[in-house]
């Protein structure tokens, strides 16, 4: 996966200016990860936050969630060398985030692991984002058993998209987060606290990422 390059890396802000943070995220999927990201922050509205999706460009085979880690974390380290070094603010360093799924991935708590211990932050959904999804508009109950296409199923728009990759923004019914939060947060709560991350079906935590990576509560 290519490295950031200078001119996307956090140099010394001007004098008296004021600098925006700046949030590098590495998603899993090329499509529907980046196109939710870009719909609820225009609906949001600006908030002083710069998103850079660290990987757009990536190939499939970088997109696992063990090679989205690794990137990021070298990504976290770079960043916090130029951050430090330029005599940032604190409370503008750059953060890095990953976005990955469940799905039929291996290697899902080691990437947990080494993200955890470099200060890199994870959503992570059980079986796929479309949980979340899903979440906007009902409760999810029962377990999917590993299996994307059964959350898919539930989707309301599920059957009619034409691809459910694509995120359109009707299919993210306004003033929805608040109750998806708390949807996922009951079906989260139905996991005892022992149980890995990697065995939680179903689970999601996006509402996290977006309230400390986008600073977002409401959309």
Same mark, same amino acid.
């Not at 609906?43 to 002083?48: E, F, L, P, S």
């Not at 970088?62 to 990504?75: D, F, G, H, S």
């Not at 951050?83 to 708590?109: M, N, T």
């Given at each position: ?29 090329? +499509?529907?990860?980046?196109?939710? %990201?870009?719909? +609820? ?8 936050? &710069?998103?850079? %999706? ?18 990021? +974390?070298?990504?976290? $380290?770079? &960043?916090?060398?130029?951050? !430090? $070094?330029?005599?940032?603010?604190? #409370? ?12 039929? @991935? ?10 955890? &211990? ?17 979440? @906007? @508009? ?26 459910? #990759? ?5 299919? %993210? ?7 998806? !939060? ?14 890995? !991350? ?11 990422? +977006?309230? !400390? ?7």
């Amino acid at each position: 996966m290519a490295r950031t390059r200078g001119k996307d890396s956090l140099g010394p802000a001007k004098k008296g200016g004021r600098r925006r943070k700046v949030v590098h995220v590495f998603t899993e999927g090329r +499509v529907t990860e980046p196109e939710y %990201i870009k719909i +609820v922050r225009e609906r949001a509205g600006t908030n002083g936050i &710069e998103v850079r %999706i660290a990987n757009q460009s990536a190939p499939g085979s970088q997109r696992k969630p063990i090679n989205l880690v690794e990137a990021a +974390v070298r990504l976290m $380290r770079e &960043e916090m060398r130029v951050a !430090k $070094r330029s005599g940032l603010e604190k #409370k503008y360093w750059p953060a890095v985030w990953c976005l990955f799924d469940r799905d039929q @991935h291996v290697h899902i708590d080691a990437a947990l692991k080494e993200a955890r &211990e470099a200060g890199v932050e994870v959503a992570f959904s059980h079986p796929c984002f479309e949980v979340w999804r899903l979440l @906007h @508009h009902k409760s999810v109950t029962g377990t999917f058993g590993g299996v994307c296409d059964m959350a898919v199923a539930r989707l309301p728009f599920g059957g009619g998209a034409a691809n459910i #990759k694509t995120v359109l923004p009707e299919q %993210i019914p306004s003033g929805s987060f608040a109750e998806a !939060k708390k949807r996922a947060r009951k079906m989260n709560e139905a996991h005892a606290e022992h149980v890995p !991350k990697s065995l939680r079906d179903p689970y999601t935590d996006v509402f996290e990422f +977006v309230e !400390k990576g986008l600073g977002i509560t409401a959309y």
